[in-house]
């Protein structure tokens, strides 16, 4: 399975915090994309690595890629409590696979 | 700005009841999917349909059929609901941009079956 697995399972943290949370998965890939999740609503695309890029910014999100380690991590920088969710790892093609998620809670 | 749109968004159905779940998109895009994700858990998949006129079986089709009526819209039915069903289920599009596909979601339904 090319399935991408979250960690940690949950995070919590205080504002201004960075949150790191970490995908592995286990075959070659072309690109790794990371997905938010608020409470009861669909995902959310925030940002897709290619696999030769190392590293990947969009505002307060930092995304690495370590192909050789089958590893991608997300980090968010300078945390509000608007970013609790759930950030899930995708790989694939057409038949795109989700981890099970990271659940961030950032307290105010 | 509609995006994906799904109908509908609450539904409950007593066990042998059968129903179709519709998606409709706005963008254009040639490839539509169905997941489904159950609590604390992501999402699988359970049919996709690359371009119109083509569907494939994703990881748990089994209990499931789906129509890509046009480029727009990708229904998903149920033909004999069961527990194993509840669920909440995720309508999704996208079109490929250099090779990635990158996943516009609609807000979901929730599927109580008892």
């Known amino acids: 399975s090319q399935q991408g697995e979250e960690d940690p399972q949950a995070l919590s943290i205080q504002e201004g915090e960075n949150a790191t949370m970490n995908c592995s998965y286990k075959?070659?890939?072309?690109?790794l994309q990371w997905y938010r999740q608020n409470s009861g609503r669909g995902l959310v695309h925030l940002i897709l690595?290619?696999?030769?890029?190392r590293e990947k910014h969009s505002g307060r999100l930092r995304v690495t890629l370590d192909t050789s380690k089958k590893s991608s991590s997300l980090l968010i920088t300078a945390s509000r409590a608007a970013d609790t969710a759930s950030y899930f790892c995708?790989?694939?093609?057409?038949?795109?696979?989700f981890g099970a998620g990271t659940r961030l809670f950032v307290k105010a | 700005n509609a995006g994906v749109t799904q109908t509908p968004k609450f539904q409950v159905l007593k066990t042998g009841q059968s129903m179709t779940l519709q998606c409709a998109q706005d963008?254009?895009?040639?490839?539509m999917y169905w997941y489904r994700q159950d609590p604390g858990m992501g999402l699988r998949l359970i049919y996709y349909?690359?371009?119109?006129?083509?569907?494939d079986k994703g990881e748990v089709p089994n209990g499931y059929n789906v129509s890509r009526l046009n480029k727009r819209e990708f229904s998903l039915r149920l033909e004999s609901a069961a527990p194993s069903q509840t669920s909440v289920y995720f309508c999704?599009?996208?079109?490929?941009?250099?090779?990635?596909?990158?996943?516009?979601f609609g807000q979901g339904t929730r599927l109580t079956v008892v």
């Open positions: 999704a599009s996208s079109d490929s941009s250099q090779g990635a596909r990158t996943a516009f």
């Open positions: 075959t070659s890939i072309n690109n």
């Open positions: 690595i290619r696999s030769n890029e």
């Open positions: 995708a790989i694939g093609g057409f038949k795109t696979i």
């Open positions: 963008m254009n895009h040639n490839s």
């Open positions: 349909s690359a371009s119109e006129g083509t569907t």
